[in-house]
């Protein structure tokens, strides 16, 4: 008998509980210290919650990495809300969202007063910004190359990467976007399939189905209603679109960036420059990389902008993946196991990558790099990323003065 109970799959994703400030102080101290990106937060998480305070296993933070891999929206912020929720239920969730959000964003939105807002930069770009727009080729030049090794491996993933790529250069937008990325889901459910990766143990998060079929409808709804009510309201037009972002970005934030290039630069909001400015600041920053939304939000020339506007964005871009988390954490265990969604997984992931490599030539390369300086600073700072291993926040810094000192 005590060899039949063993054999069950054990339940994991129940520890003992604690107050959500005890969870906000400590994702507080993580979101001022966690710099180097969303593996690197992944790596402060399990050092911090498996090795230091013990609040779970190993296999346990494993299945909640792997669910926040699967779900589109910002990996790292993701594990801390599933580790809040698994500490202190969803206000846990909500205080671990706060305290590892706010220092970057806070950060971000200073950064854009920094520079004024107000939109176009022009031809009057300070040689240090530029150096912010250089090193931002490099960072996205990085996550494409890291991706591409991970995504895909072999001769079918890396196919759909170019093929991606060269959709998203010849018919540039966001829907185009979303396309690209059904037809990574329908190709890897066709002709991706594997034999099914085991995963342990049987997760458990405490919600409830109700609120999870709750959590569903509400993005579906504010995903295709929002556009809808926006068409007469400037608010609710900047709601919808930092929403959309949120909702349709798989592979995490660096992902992001040509969508929200998209949402905000064709209707002058704020101009290529200033964008990749921000983009490059947020590399300095610890913390998750969608708080760039704050950034825009604040740097923009349309009001609400300055700290209203950083807030509102900053909350649109994130509530799609919070729904989406909440929705599916009840009925993970059971999805992850099927063949299908590990094969949908893989085409969708080569897709984004492909995303990504269309926008690191347009609009990071493009919109930066003028001249043989520019070219030399890019390829010295991805050497220092990527072989060198030096911190990304370093790497802007050392952006930023070479090229004031050039200029």
Do not use: K
């Not at 897709?351 to 926008?359: E, I, P």
């Not at 001249?371 to 390829?379: L, Q």
Request: aromatic share 10%; net charge positive; hydrophobic share 60%.
């Amino acid at each position: 008998m005590t060899s039949t109970l063993r054999s069950e799959p054990p339940e994991v994703g129940a520890p003992r509980t604690s107050p959500a400030w005890e969870v906000f102080r400590v994702f507080l101290r993580l979101g001022c210290t966690s710099f180097g990106g969303p593996i690197a937060h992944l790596g402060y998480f399990r050092a911090a919650f498996v090795e230091r305070r013990q609040w779970l296993d190993e296999p346990t933070y494993a299945d909640i990495v792997a669910l926040c891999q699967f779900l589109p929206g910002p990996a790292s912020s993701q594990v801390a809300v599933s580790l809040g929720i698994l500490r202190a239920g969803l206000p846990g969730g909500l205080a671990a969202w706060l305290g590892f959000t706010l220092p970057s964003a806070i950060a971000l939105i200073f950064f854009a007063y920094g520079i004024g807002h107000g939109g176009a930069a022009g031809a009057g770009v300070p040689a240090w910004l530029h150096g912010l727009m250089i090193v931002a080729v490099a960072v996205v030049a990085q996550a494409v190359y890291g991706m591409a090794r991970t995504l895909c491996p072999d001769r079918s993933r890396a196919t759909l990467m170019v093929a991606a790529a060269a959709i998203m250069l010849l018919m540039p937008g966001a829907w185009t976007q979303i396309g690209v990325l059904l037809l990574g889901a329908v190709i890897g459910a066709i002709a991706m399939r594997q034999p099914v990766v085991a995963v342990p143990g049987c997760l458990t998060f405490g919600l409830s189905r109700m609120l999870a079929a709750m959590s569903l409808v509400s993005f579906v709804a504010l995903l295709f209603l929002l556009p809808l009510a926006a068409t007469q309201n400037h608010v609710l037009d900047l709601v919808a679109r930092f929403y959309r972002a949120g909702a349709l970005v798989f592979g995490g934030g660096h992902v992001v960036l040509p969508l929200l290039q998209q949402a905000v630069v064709p209707p002058g909001w704020i101009d290529d420059g200033r964008f990749l400015a921000g983009y490059g600041a947020a590399q300095a920053v610890p913390g998750p990389l969608f708080t760039f939304a704050a950034y825009l939000g604040a740097a923009m020339g349309p009001r609400p902008n300055g700290v209203l506007g950083g807030v509102l964005c900053l909350i649109a871009i994130y509530v799609p993946s919070l729904l989406l988390l909440i929705g599916v954490l009840p009925f993970w265990d059971g999805l992850r196991r099927r063949a299908g969604v590990q094969a949908v997984l893989r085409g969708v992931n080569a897709a984004v990558v492909g995303v990504l490599l269309a926008a690191l030539y347009t609009p990071v390369w493009t919109s930066a790099v003028r001249r043989p300086a520019d070219v030399a600073i890019a390829f010295v700072a991805f050497l220092l990323l990527v072989i060198w291993r030096i911190p990304a926040w370093a790497v802007v810094i050392l952006g930023a003065a070479t090229a004031a000192i050039i200029a």
